[in-house]
């Protein structure tokens, strides 16, 4: 019911910031809870931070509580990660998923993924 693109991943240096994008389309984005989940190399896609359908509750995975920030715009059909003060533990491809749900930290949960987008974070 919904296709995501995400956008606005890059290399950045330890400390720097980066501002992810995700494009939703469809005439349903906001029925869905929106989540980011990242996945590096050889490793499991983990929680990172997820939103609810009216951008009234958030949750972040204790990693990343205190740097990165999740929004959303509905009336533009878009969900943000801003990330700030990068670490290198950072580096994974970031995907954003939706679900017909409230915001969860279980990927299982989540019924539409986008493509991913890289992060690199560098020392």
């Known amino acids: 019911q919904v296709q995501l693109v995400e956008s606005g991943g890059g290399l950045v240096q330890a400390g720097g910031s980066l501002r992810l994008s995700c494009a939703a389309s469809g005439r349903t984005f906001s029925s869905y809870a929106m989540g980011w989940f990242r996945q590096a190399p050889a490793k499991e896609r983990e929680f990172v931070a997820a939103i609810n359908q009216n951008g009234g509750v958030a949750y972040y995975a204790d990693s990343v509580t205190g740097r990165f920030t999740i929004s959303r715009d509905n009336a533009k059909n878009t969900a943000v990660l801003q990330m700030n003060s990068l670490k290198p533990e950072d580096t994974a491809v970031y995907y954003c998923?939706?679900?017909?749900?409230?915001?969860?930290?279980?990927?299982?949960?989540?019924?539409?993924w986008g493509q991913g987008t890289q992060v690199t974070v560098s020392s």
């Open positions: 998923a939706a679900g017909f749900t409230v915001p969860n930290t279980a990927a299982s949960r989540y019924d539409y």
